[in-house]
T-cell receptor
Framework: DSGVTQTPKHLITATGQRVTLRCSPR?????VYWYQQSLDQGLQFLIQ???????AKGNILERFSAQQFPDLHSELNLSSLELGDSALYFC????????????FGSGTRLTVV | AQKITQTQPGMFVQEKEAVTLDCTYD???????LFWYKQPSSGEMIFLIY??????QNATEGRYSLNFQKARKSANLVISASQLGDSAMYFC???????????FGTGTRLTIIP
């Protein structure tokens, strides 16, 4: 157990729907990162939050949004889902800027049908 | 922009042999970090080893070592005495200091043969 908790582990939904993925960072970690892993695009950075505020943005679609709450958990909201959004979504956390990478959660596998 | 290249999509190695997974990187920044992660079939990403651009010695963590050749911009992962449990996807990644984003390569699928 890495200490980063992601729920749900699996999610199957229809095109056009909206889903929310949840992440609880490791205790004491202030930064949360979201990554998407798909077969065609590999591992892509989506967005980072630090202590409740957006810190960096990557290849995140406008249909996607995220937030980090006062208790430091984070949610990734995906709306108007398309078949191509099917992927493994990872959350990771770190104390702050770290030279030792992040600690990843086990991911949420999203299947859009 | 940073780029990571892993040219070996898949590798098959006999158990107990050493294996080298290749990684080259491209960046114009002088301060950066290089990482290797392991992703078993269960899907989680497991941090293996880290090398800073200013580290003079190659990093080692148990059976893992990183062969860092700065002039060649390569950061190959060496696994000694491979085990069946080493079968997994392996990703090389880098981070430029001042930017917390990790840029990943496409990965190498390693299969250890008994």
């Amino acid at each position: 157990d890495s200490g980063v908790t992601q729920t749900p582990k699996h999610l199957i939904t229809a095109t056009g729907q909206r889903v929310t993925l949840r992440c609880s960072p490791r205790s004491g970690d202030l930064s949360v990162y979201w990554y998407q892993q798909s077969l065609d695009q590999g591992l892509q950075f989506l967005i980072q939050y630090y202590n409740g505020e957006e810190r960096a943005k990557g290849n995140i679609l406008e249909r996607f949004s995220a937030q980090q709450f006062p208790d430091l958990h984070s949610e990734l909201n995906l709306s108007s889902l398309e078949l191509g959004d099917s992927a493994l979504y990872f959350c990771a956390s770190s104390v702050s800027v770290s030279n030792y990478g992040y600690t990843f959660g086990s991911g949420t596998r999203l299947t859009v049908v | 922009a940073q780029k990571i290249t892993q040219t070996q999509p898949g590798m098959f190695v006999q158990e107990k042999e050493a294996v080298t997974l290749d990684c080259t990187y491209d960046t114009s920044d002088q301060s950066y970090g290089l990482f290797w992660y392991k992703q078993p079939s269960s899907g989680e990403m497991i941090f293996l080893i880290y090398q800073g651009s200013y580290d003079e010695q190659n990093a080692t963590e148990g059976r893992y070592s990183l062969n860092f050749q700065k002039a060649r911009k390569s950061a190959n992962l060496v696994i000694s005495a491979s085990q069946l449990g080493d079968s997994a996807m392996y990703f090389c990644a880098m981070r430029v200091f001042g930017n917390e984003k990790l840029t990943f390569g496409t990965g190498t699928r390693l299969t250890i043969i008994p």
